[in-house]
């Protein structure tokens, strides 16, 4: 019955005390590896997230049908709103207001006290109706622009390259030949608009010389009636408009990025690929120096199976350990850093998801890293494991 048992628990625990120096560095490998793979779960879960956030399902975006999905290059008549309310029922409206957002949207060279050069920012055009549409902007410091000033996203910034000092309230910003005053800060619930630059519509038509839209958001009562814009815009084949709704156009936008993110799970699965060559190479530096201790508890009465049990039990706990390093790492510096895009800026999201997924490489790490150089030593016989050195 002697020869069936599993070594103690504690047997794996105190030989990773015995050998404090190989033990830490091996630890601190493996941090590096599983925090390796949480920047680039953060990656990719903060883009699908920010893409996510932007889409509201009762807003529909009305936009010139010849700019395909890029609506920097649309434009469409100043009269399109108004033609919208009068054209198409279910526009949500209250008090009065209706919620339709003319918009001039675009992108360019934005420069900020302390740049070195200018970096490319997306300017949007709006007016007072523009919160009532985007329900997830808040300004959270300063004041609405008024004529000559900006508000700018917490995200800007990033977006530029620039300290986000030079983007505070008071400071001026330059871009299209004018300079402006930046007025307020808002945040918009980690959506993309937290990358952009808000200015007046007026002055930023008066800036560009045009008299023209970009877009048209319109705030439907519900999903439902989003289908009634587009059938409008199906019939008015004369405007040459197109009607999507928001939900569906960031959806789009993920297809698009679609591309990113497989690369990014490609860089996680060579990532954790290269740890498990990594730790294949230090368990086999650690089994070979223990090939005697091995040898030894085989002639006790201990059967391979336990050995081997033990030895994956100290290698996934090390890992284990490594992983709980990384993600308390992670959380307190890599989550919610800012980092540039096409699209604008977003922020490294270090969820549950990203989580689980480093854990789960982190005991593939130890199980797979383990098992090959452990099953070597036991193929050895026990009395010449015993007379190696």
């Known amino acids: 019955m002697f020869g069936q048992k599993l070594l103690p628990w504690d047997y794996g625990v105190r030989n990773l005390f015995r050998r404090p120096s190989r033990s830490a560095l091996t630890l601190v490998g493996l941090t590096i590896v599983v925090l390796l793979v949480l920047v680039v779960v953060g990656f990719i879960r903060g883009l699908e997230a920010s893409l996510t956030a932007t889409g509201n399902p009762h807003v529909v975006l009305v936009y010139s049908l010849s700019s395909a999905a890029d609506i920097e290059n649309s434009a469409i ?10 054209s198409v029922d279910g526009v949500r409206k209250q008090h009065g207001v209706e919620y339709v957002s003319p918009e001039l949207y675009l ?3 934005i420069s900020a006290e302390g740049m070195a050069e200018p970096g490319l920012g997306l300017v949007r055009g709006v007016t007072t109706a523009a919160p009532l549409v985007r329900e997830q ?4 410091e300063g004041s609405w622009p008024q004529s000559g000033e900006v508000m700018v996203g917490r995200l800007v910034h990033s977006k530029l390259g620039a ?3 030079a983007l505070a309230i008071g400071r001026e910003i330059s871009f299209d030949g004018q300079t402006w005053i930046i007025s307020g800060r808002f945040t918009a619930g980690g959506s993309a608009f937290e990358s952009e630059v808000w ?11 045009r008299q023209d839209l970009s877009l048209v958001a319109v705030a439907m009562q519900s999903s439902d009636r989003v289908a009634d814009v587009d059938l409008f815009c199906r019939e008015r084949i004369d405007l040459e408009l197109k009607a999507v709704g928001e939900a569906d156009y960031y959806a789009s936008l993920q297809k698009h990025y679609r591309p990113v993110r497989m690369l990014g799970w490609v860089v996680v699965a060579l990532v954790a690929g290269s740890g498990i060559f990594a730790g294949l190479n230090t368990m086999y530096g650690a089994v070979v120096g223990r090939i005697r201790e091995l040898a030894t508890l085989q002639a006790l009465g201990f059967r391979r199976r336990a050995i081997l049990l033990t030895l994956v039990q100290e290698a996934t706990l090390m890992a284990c350990l490594g992983a709980l390093a990384a993600c308390a790492i992670a959380i307190n510096t890599i989550d919610g850093a800012a980092i540039r895009f096409t699209m604008g800026a977003f922020m490294l999201r270090i969820d549950s998801m990203a989580i689980a997924v480093a854990c789960g490489v982190a005991a593939l790490l130890g199980v797979v890293g383990a098992l090959p150089p452990a099953i070597k030593a036991m193929r050895l016989p026990v009395v010449e494991a015993i007379k190696s050195i």
């Open 77 to 86: 008549p100043a009269s399109t709103p108004t033609l919208l309310t009068a």
């Open 137 to 140: 902007v808040q300004l959270v």
């Open 163 to 165: 300290d986000a000092d």
């Open 107 to 109: 992108g360019t060279r």
């Open 199 to 209: 200015c007046p519509l007026a002055d930023l038509q008066t800036a560009l010389k």
